[in-house]
Structures are given as C-alpha cells and as structure tokens.
C-alpha cells in the first residue's frame, strides 16, 4: 500500500514525533532531567527500529519454513506477532533502562511497562493521523 520512500517517511516521524512527545513527558513523570531521559528515548528508539527490522526479518522466515508459500497471517498470527515483539522488545530494554539511569532492573520493568503502554496507544493515534494526513494508494493494496 506504500511505497519506500513513504514508509521511510513514515518510520521517521513516528520516532521523532515520539521522541519529542515522550521525552518531557517521561522526565517529568519520573523526576528525571531532559538529558537523561532524552539519551533513554533516542537510544529505545533506535533500539526498538533495529530490532523491529530484525524481529520482523526472523518472523517471516519462520513463517515462510513452516507455512511454505501460505504467506496469509491468521487473526490469531497477528496477535501472536504483535504480542512476541513487545515481549521480546520489553526484555531487550529494561536492562539499558536499569543501566542507563542507574535504576534496579524491577524497577527499569515497571518504567518500560510505562513505555510499552505509551507506545501502543502512540502507535494507534500516529499511524490513524499519518494515514489521513498520507493516504495510502488503495489502488496497489493486495490483501495478505
């Protein structure tokens, strides 16, 4: 439905309008100055882009051993997809929290938790207003 270069645009304003949203956000519900929640945000960022790249590359590998040429993703695919990610996201990123501000790692948990759940309603909020704002070409879209 997109081509590169929209998707490109796409992935950098979700990250950077992230940033500059949760950055402020995130120092001040936590006490924490601009600095160091600013280096967390844009290393989380960069963290999570990478490992959704790679999340994703060894996803559909899986897929494609196990289903063949059956590239269709079920409901309950989807789910499973979107639920191991986070996990997986989530167990990459509260060490570098704990790390980064000098946290214990139940309590980096608990502040990623904080994150996961800004995200997810981040996403559904961005992604509804960038496909208004970009409509995606209907006309080459081929249901999976």
């Given amino acids: 439905m997109r081509n590169t270069a ?31 929640m600013g280096g967390l945000t844009v290393l989380g960022a960069t963290a999570a882009t990478l490992w959704n790249y790679l999340f994703n590359l060894g996803f559909d590998r899986v897929l494609q051993r196990t289903r063949g040429g059956d590239a269709h ?13 986070e996990v997986t996201l989530l167990a990459l990123l509260f060490p570098l929290f704990a790390w980064w501000l000098h946290i214990s790692l139940v309590a980096a948990f608990g502040m990623e938790i ?24 209907r006309s080459q879209w081929r249901p999976a």
């Fill in 6 to 36: 929209d998707r490109i645009r796409q992935a950098i304003s979700f990250e950077v309008l992230g940033i500059v949203i949760v950055t402020p956000l995130f120092a001040w519900i936590f006490d924490r100055s601009l600095g160091e």
């Fill in 73 to 85: 993703k079920t409901v309950p695919l989807r789910i499973a997809h979107a639920v191991l990610f």
């Fill in 114 to 137: 904080s994150f996961a759940a800004f995200y997810m309603a981040y996403t559904f909020v961005f992604t509804w207003g960038y496909d208004t704002v970009y409509p995606p070409q």
